[in-house]
């Protein structure tokens, strides 16, 4: 189940179970949205992105639901494996035109075997 | 994928000194590069904004002269951490620009200050 740490939110699924991490943006207008895994010491990784014009988007194991009424995003990821643990991160594409992401809050994805 | 690489990838230093953080693009060319600082089990925060040829632009908050940014290159930005102190331990993360909504990042470098 989900709970929620001192900084950051924690998601713990089983291995195999398919794993569903939310996130909340903060502009409306933002029209390019992506989502990073960081492993522990690492930097951001991309996993896939999704623009505006689009509610869903697919990739290997890895889906992204975009709910612009909401404004939510939701990374989901099938078959879950012990490789997936990490922090996930959804990002926004700012729009006062100077490329700038706004990182969401972070979600703590741990597998347990 | 593009590869973006930072040196030193860990840095242990005295208060009071200065430390100088490697952002480089090995495969492309980034007029524009940000920095960003992590602390544990936070998101990532953007520090600054890295111009080839131009001055930085800074976060509200961020220190310009505290943190110093040198575009130097198309292909390198440096972060000084200038007089460090012990709060500004973290983990700090570059990232280059390679198109209107691609950013390549960097692994990070993780700074402590004793």
């Known amino acids: 189940g989900e709970s929620v740490g001192l900084h950051l939110p924690t998601l713990s699924v089983q291995e195999g179970d398919n794993s569903i991490i939310n996130c909340a943006y903060s502009n409306s207008a933002s029209d390019y949205f992506i989502w990073y895994k960081q492993e522990s010491g690492k930097g951001p990784q991309f996993i896939i992105d999704?623009?505006?014009?689009?509610d869903k988007r697919q990739g290997q194991r890895v889906t992204v639901l975009l709910n612009k009424t909401v404004k939510h995003l939701s990374l989901q990821i099938a078959a879950t494996q012990p490789g997936d643990s990490a922090v996930y991160f959804c990002?926004?594409?700012?729009?006062?035109?100077?490329?700038?992401?706004?990182f969401g809050t972070g979600t703590r994805l741990k597998v347990l075997a | 994928g593009a590869v973006v690489s930072q040196h030193p990838s860990r840095v242990i230093c005295k208060s009071g000194t200065s430390v100088k953080i490697e952002c480089r693009s090995l495969d492309f060319q980034a007029t524009t590069m940000f920095w960003y600082r992590q602390f544990p089990k936070q998101s990532l925060m953007l520090m600054a904004t890295?111009?080839?040829?131009?001055?930085?632009?800074?976060e509200q908050g961020v220190e310009k002269d505290k943190f110093l940014i040198n575009h130097a290159s198309l292909t390198l930005s440096t972060l000084t951490v200038t007089s460090a102190h012990p709060e500004d331990s973290s983990f700090y993360i570059c990232?280059?620009?390679?198109?209107?909504?691609?950013?390549?990042f960097g692994p990070g470098t993780r700074l402590l200050v004793l």
């Open positions: 990002a926004e594409l700012g729009t006062s035109g100077t490329y700038k992401y706004i």
């Open positions: 999704i623009r505006s014009n689009m």
């Open positions: 890295s111009n080839e040829g131009s001055k930085a632009t800074y």
């Open positions: 990232s280059a620009l390679a198109g209107p909504e691609t950013q390549y």
